[in-house]
C-alpha cells in the first residue's frame, strides 16, 4: 500500500551531479529503512545507499565518498545526491522503502518499489 515516486533523473556529463527524490504516500518516520537500488539493463538490481528511521546509512563501495543519502521527515520524502557521476553510475535509480522486524515473535520483512528514474552520465 505504500507508493514510492522518483524524480530528478536525467542526462548529465561525467563529473557532473544530480539530486534524486522519492516521495512516499505515507509518512517515512514509520519506514524502517528506504534506500536508492540502481539497475542496469541486463544486469541484477544493486544497492546504492540505505537510510534508517533513525539515521543511519551506509553505501556502496563504489559511490562512497560521492553521494549522499538523506530525509526530509516533513516532506515524506529521500534524497540521493549524487556528485562526481562517472559513466558507470548510468543506470534506472529505484527507490525502495523497507519493513522488517516480527510480530508475536514470527518474523517478516517487506518491500515497495517506485517506477525508477534513469539517469545517464555521458563520458
Known amino acids: 500500500q505504500v507508493q514510492l515516486v522518483e524524480s530528478g533523473g536525467g542526462l548529465v556529463q561525467s563529473g557532473g551531479s544530480l539530486r534524486l527524490s522519492c516521495s512516499a504516500s505515507v509518512s517515512i518516520f514509520s519506514i524502517n529503512t528506504m534506500g536508492w537500488y540502481r539497475q542496469v539493463l541486463g544486469k541484477q538490481r544493486e544497492l546504492v545507499a540505505g537510510i534508517t528511521s533513525s539515521g543511519g546509512t551506509n553505501y556502496a563501495d563504489s559511490v562512497k565518498g560521492r553521494f549522499t543519502i538523506s530525509r526530509d521527515n516533513a516532506k515524506n520524502t529521500v534524497y540521493l545526491k549524487m556528485n562526481s557521476l562517472k559513466p558507470e553510475d548510468t543506470a534506472v535509480y529505484y527507490c525502495?522503502?523497507?519493513?522488517?522486524?516480527?510480530?508475536?515473535?514470527?518474523?517478516?520483512?517487506?518491500?515497495?518499489w517506485g517506477k525508477g528514474t534513469l539517469v545517464t552520465v555521458s563520458s
Open positions: 525502495n522503502a523497507h519493513y522488517s522486524g516480527s510480530y508475536d515473535y514470527t518474523p517478516y520483512a517487506m518491500d515497495y
